[in-house]
């Protein structure tokens, strides 16, 4: 009983005390690479506050350039703004991916850390046991009875019952630490997640930053840099724009018109607007200058038929809505659907003249009878018969076509009246736009975005 009582007490040393020097080794190694691991985390964190006001700075001076008289050197100014404040926000992304890579590996460590603890803890457990299923049938009656003094009997009668102990707590802390595995694990996942999200915000800031950086050497060619050549752009877009509305106008008028039960019910939140809520966000600061929230420069209609009918567009006035963003502002699907067509009418002209209309367009059509147009773009990011979600990038606003700043020209039509075609195709027409292919309609079939928004 004496040489039993001994090697149960040594056991028992290591069930409840030397045993957790391994354990304790374990979470020693591993809180100082927690709090290494921890500090760069940190360090990412404040470059990333630092960074986010710079872009806040950077927003205030492009709101201010708005409120100003549009000349090329506001324009310039603006696509530079543009490109530092891109610059700036995909350091605060590779910033974030590189906090989140080490979030993943601290998760990492924390959960390799957690199954030696439990494979510990089912180690002992299994000790344990051996040691109760050795100790089967003998009461603590007979333990006491059986033992060549009385004070081996209570050692024995102890050693039994902190067995029984030991094997308890190490039961809780298993199931413990098996929870706290599972939430680490399940944040790891989601962690993970994350990280893919933040691979395709930098590929679309990237793509924004070539996007605005295309522009302005684009703009600096066709204008030579100078301010006459600019101002001389801009008359000639605002006399083509007329021209193209009255073009559409025309057309729009000699196609059959959609009945009514193909114009779907407008109401709130139908659409989401083309751009991220940040895009959206910047928006109040600008209010002052272009009187809305909604960076709204010109809105749909402006007509009395429009103003009574403020749904549907007559075909006098503006068949969507202009909403003013800097060059390269990443456009966004304003719902699921699948991409009708795009094109480029800058590529068309007749006679040596260049046709200035919608530029660079993507037209999505939606499962709810709406068609949903995007124009003016710098670039094109979707083709035709791509399936987008609401939100997808499609492409990056800019000021192709007869745009005279930097917007996107937002429209929506009621699909059962869309025609993908060129102008001359229909007519015959022999102006510059004669050979553009573009989205046309019906006069009904136009329909007020902020019905739908």
């Not at 530079?80 to 350091?91: E, F, G, R, V």
């Not at 719902?335 to 200035?356: E, F, M, P, R």
């Not at 094109?380 to 939100?391: E, K, M, P, R």
């Not at 997808?392 to 930097?406: C, E, H, L």
Request: proline share 2%; net charge neutral.
């Amino acid at each position: 009983m004496k040489v039993r009582f001994f090697a149960s007490a040594l056991f028992l040393s290591c069930l409840i005390g030397l045993c957790s020097i391994g354990a304790a080794a374990f979470a020693d190694t591993s809180s100082s690479t927690q709090a290494a691991i921890q500090a760069q985390i940190n360090a990412h964190s404040q470059q990333i506050d630092s960074l986010n006001q710079e872009i806040s700075q950077y927003q205030k001076q492009l709101n201010a350039v708005t409120a100003q008289k549009q000349t090329l050197q506001s324009a310039i100014k603006t696509i530079d703004l543009t490109k530092a404040q891109t610059t700036a926000q995909i350091n605060v992304t590779q910033n974030k991916l590189s906090a989140t890579d080490l979030r993943i590996q601290q998760l990492g460590q924390q959960i390799q850390t957690k199954q030696q603890i439990i494979e510990m803890d089912k180690n002992a457990i299994a000790a344990s046991l051996r040691e109760i299923s050795a100790n089967d049938g003998v009461s603590p009656v007979i333990a006491v009875l059986s033992s060549d003094t009385l004070v081996n009997a209570w050692l024995a009668v102890d050693t039994q019952t902190m067995v029984n102990a030991a094997l308890h707590g190490h039961i809780t802390e298993l199931a413990d630490v098996k929870t706290q595995l599972a939430g680490q694990q399940q944040e790891a996942s989601s962690t993970k997640q994350q990280l893919v999200q933040l691979d395709t915000t930098l590929t679309t800031q990237k793509g924004q930053l070539e996007a605005t950086e295309q522009s302005k050497q684009q703009l600096l060619a066709v204008t030579k840099n100078t301010e006459s050549t600019y101002q001389q752009l801009l008359a000639q877009k605002k006399a083509q724009e007329k021209t193209m509305e009255n073009e559409l106008s025309d057309l729009a008028k000699q196609l059959k018109s959609v009945t009514a039960a193909e114009i779907p019910h407008s109401g709130q939140g139908i659409l989401a607007w083309p751009f991220s809520d940040s895009v959206m966000e910047n928006c109040k600061g600008k209010s002052g200058a272009l009187g809305n929230i909604f960076c709204i420069t010109q809105y749909f209609g402006n007509t009395a038929f429009a103003t009574a009918n403020a749904s549907v567009y007559n075909g006098m006035g503006h068949d969507g809505l202009d909403i003013g963003v800097p060059v390269g502002t990443p456009v966004e699907a304003a719902l699921s659907g699948t991409v009708l067509a795009t094109g480029n009418t800058d590529l068309a002209s007749n006679k040596g003249q260049q046709c200035l209309s919608f530029g660079k367009w993507v037209m999505i059509k939606h499962a709810n009878g709406l068609n949903t147009m995007y124009a003016h773009l710098s670039q094109i990011g979707v083709s035709a018969g791509q399936a987008v979600s609401t939100g997808d990038v499609i492409g990056y606003s800019g000021m192709t076509g007869y745009a005279t700043g930097p917007h996107l020209h937002f429209g929506v039509y009621a699909s059962a009246g869309v025609k993908i075609m060129t102008l001359g195709q229909y007519r015959g027409a022999s102006t510059p736009c004669q050979n553009a292919t573009m989205p046309v309609s019906p006069t009904n079939g136009y329909l007020n975005p902020l019905s739908y928004l």
